[in-house]
């Protein structure tokens, strides 16, 4: 039963983000903040996991392809798909939802335990939407960016890690990335990351906004944005690929 009340109070909680906006002039500064630091501050994180896997899924690709009347460049094929259907969008999401969803709690379960949410309500201000509707706009909009760079480089990673270990050729490795691709593969992820972003902000922000306690509870209410987070991103997932591919 508890999961219910959770489900509909999250359900309230996000209409009242979009049920008394302030003006949008109070917004911008703000959302090109949050792009900064959600989008631009993760670009590290995102470039280093996206080349070493790309590298990895193209070895052990190579490894498990044995039966010789499969081309070689079914190799590159492999890393493509596997890079845009599901690692940019849904593993890269899951390490946005770690280390920004934390942030967005523990930010917000500090001015809550603080009383900051409780004077801004107190001065009439609609506080949800104030402190979190910057963030959901910010993450719908760079998160997208941030796929796209994940696929760039997991492909490039791919594409070094493949060459330089001898298990595929340059000339393969182009020859698969452009056999037989399909272009809606890239906007279905792109479909799933503008999802998942708004999953990973409303749904941290959600569980900081209605901390209590003192600040023992800040870290438990990180966490279990963390780890909310990152299921409701694997339910989406499942349920989007059964909804678009089959």
């Known amino acids: 039963m508890k999961l219910f009340y959770h489900i509909g109070r999250y359900a309230l909680f996000v209409r009242r983000l979009f049920s008394r906006p302030e003006k949008p002039s ?3 500064a703000e959302v ?32 498990n392809l044995t039966n010789p009347f499969i081309p070689i460049y079914a190799v590159a094929v492999i890393t493509r798909d596997s890079i845009i259907l599901e690692f940019s969008p849904t593993i890269i999401c899951l390490v946005l939802a770690g280390k920004v969803g934390s942030s967005i709690a ?14 801004l309500e107190i001065m009439g201000i609609n506080s ?22 994940s696929m760039f480089l997991g492909i490039l990673g791919g594409w070094i890690g493949g060459t330089s270990s001898g298990v595929i050729t340059s000339h ?3 020859r698969g990335l452009l056999d037989s691709f399909v272009p809606f593969n890239i906007t279905f ?16 922000a959600y569980h ?19 780890v909310y987070s990152s299921t409701v991103i694997l339910i989406l997932d499942y349920l989007l690929t059964q909804l678009f591919l089959s």
């Open 26 to 28: 109070l917004y911008r």
């Open 32 to 63: 090109l903040r949050e792009m900064n630091s959600i989008g631009i501050g993760s670009l590290g994180i995102v470039s280093i996991i996206s080349v070493f896997i790309g590298a990895v899924i193209t070895i052990q690709s190579a490894y």
């Open 106 to 119: 523990s930010e917000l379960g500090t001015m809550k335990v603080t009383e900051q949410i409780d004077a």
């Open 128 to 149: 949800a939407s104030y402190l979190v509707l910057p963030k959901i706009i910010a993450a719908v909009l760079i998160i997208p960016f941030v796929t796209m760079v």
């Open 172 to 174: 393969d490795f182009v």
């Open 189 to 204: 992820a792109l479909i799933k990351t503008i999802t998942f972003a708004f999953a990973i902000t409303s749904v941290s």
């Open 208 to 226: 900081g906004y209605y901390t209590s306690g003192g600040a023992l509870e800040v870290g438990k209410t990180s966490t279990r944005a963390v």
